[in-house]
């Protein structure tokens, strides 16, 4: 068998990258940048990339990089691809291992991850990189494996060299407990009392639903949320505060279900994850805190579908 080096990337890779994702992925890769080996060099030459490949004398059979905004001191693991005759070498996880050693000396305090769950590898390999997984993203992003369902995916979240981003220290609600006190023994919790700089209201249409980032949930806003139609899919970003169990209790009211955490982009916070409206689907997650969460998903989202079956016709909402 022909030795593997592992090493970062060339500019004279480019090509090389581009054609192994078209071999694994086809046209439905979901980060188009990909297939134009131009850009793969122009985002490792600005930094937004730093990737790792895995070589034998003549091919390029794996990739990974860390993925970011200049200057950031977060970055994502992502774009982690590995040729199907290379598989089963732990090409992933060594060159996921790789880039995590590399995080520091590049000024990063901390790496997230977006674990596919049409598969259960990356799910294992992030957890043996070091990865915890926090919360679910349902029906994401169109598969890139042409499956009719879109993938929902794990956020997975590594510190690096000693940092931390607590949670807040409250009670935390009865179905919420083991998961948030999980997240907590790790990250750490501090006494959320602290004035935030406003964040504002932002929501946009992300493929086939609608995505809403909420600083401070009030009344008002909660009865224009209450207003929207209740046929449309919506995924709510939370900032996570001592205020957590009276906005779980308001979005329940609502429809949605509490799906985990991420962390927010910059500064040292967290969303908590909301969400109405999912495809019903079985699905075997490698951490019991995220099945829990798929499952409570998948209860409301049957219970929702019973509902509407046994409704009379004429007193259906007109939404």
Request: contains cysteine; glycine residues 8%.
């Given at each position: 068998m022909t030795r593997l080096i592992f090493r970062p990337y060339r500019p004279s890779d480019a090509n090389a990258v581009s054609t192994l994702f078209r071999e694994v992925y086809g046209d439905h890769y979901v980060q188009p940048d990909v297939y134009l080996p131009h850009m793969i060099n122009q985002h490792n030459a600005e930094g937004r990339w730093q990737s790792m490949l895995a070589v034998d004398d003549a091919h390029v059979l794996g990739h990974a990089a860390l993925y970011r905004t200049v200057h950031s001191n977060t970055a994502e693991l992502a774009l982690s691809v590995v040729h199907p005759a290379a598989q089963g070498q732990s090409i992933a996880t060594r060159l996921g291992r790789e880039l995590l050693m590399q995080s520091g000396s590049l000024g990063l305090e901390s790496v997230s991850i977006k674990q596919v769950t049409h598969h259960p590898y990356t799910q294992?390999?992030?957890?043996?990189?070091?990865?915890?997984?926090?919360?679910?993203?349902?029906?994401?992003?169109?598969?890139?494996?042409?499956?009719?369902?879109?993938?929902?995916?794990?956020?997975?979240?590594?510190?690096?060299?000693?940092?931390?981003?607590?949670?807040?220290?409250?009670?935390?609600?009865?179905?919420?407990?083991?998961?948030?006190?999980?997240?907590?023994?790790?990250?750490?919790?501090?006494?959320?009392?602290?004035?935030?700089?406003?964040?504002?209201?932002?929501?946009?249409?992300?493929?086939?639903?609608?995505?809403?980032?909420?600083?401070?949930?009030?009344?008002?806003?909660?009865?224009?949320?209450?207003?929207?139609?209740?046929?449309?899919?919506?995924?709510?970003?939370?900032?996570?505060?001592?205020?957590?169990?009276?906005?779980?209790?308001?979005?329940?009211?609502?429809?949605?279900?509490?799906?985990?955490?991420?962390?927010?982009?910059?500064?040292?916070?967290?969303?908590?994850?909301?969400?109405?409206?999912?495809?019903?689907?079985?699905?075997?997650?490698?951490?019991?805190?995220?099945?829990?969460?798929?499952?409570?998903?998948?209860?409301?989202?049957?219970?929702?579908?019973?509902?509407?079956t046994d409704t009379p016709v004429g007193t259906r909402s007109a939404a």
């Open positions: 294992r390999m992030a957890e043996k990189i070091g990865f915890l997984s926090t919360g679910l993203l349902p029906d994401y992003v169109p598969s890139p494996f042409a499956d009719p369902l879109p993938e929902t995916i794990v956020m997975g979240y590594h510190m690096i060299g000693g940092h931390r981003r607590p949670l807040p220290d409250i009670p935390w609600p009865e179905n919420c407990r083991a998961l948030m006190l999980h997240l907590s023994s790790v990250f750490g919790t501090h006494q959320d009392n602290k004035s935030r700089p406003a964040m504002p209201l932002q929501i946009k249409q992300h493929q086939h639903r609608l995505d809403i980032v909420i600083q401070y949930l009030n009344k008002d806003l909660l009865g224009q949320l209450w207003q929207l139609p209740k046929h449309w899919l919506i995924s709510v970003r939370l900032e996570l505060s001592r205020h957590f169990p009276r906005n779980l209790r308001n979005f329940s009211t609502l429809g949605f279900v509490f799906t985990g955490l991420m962390p927010t982009p910059g500064g040292n916070g967290w969303f908590a994850l909301f969400h109405r409206g999912v495809q019903v689907r079985s699905l075997n997650l490698n951490c019991a805190h995220m099945q829990h969460l798929h499952d409570d998903l998948q209860q409301s989202a049957n219970a929702m579908r019973t509902h509407c």
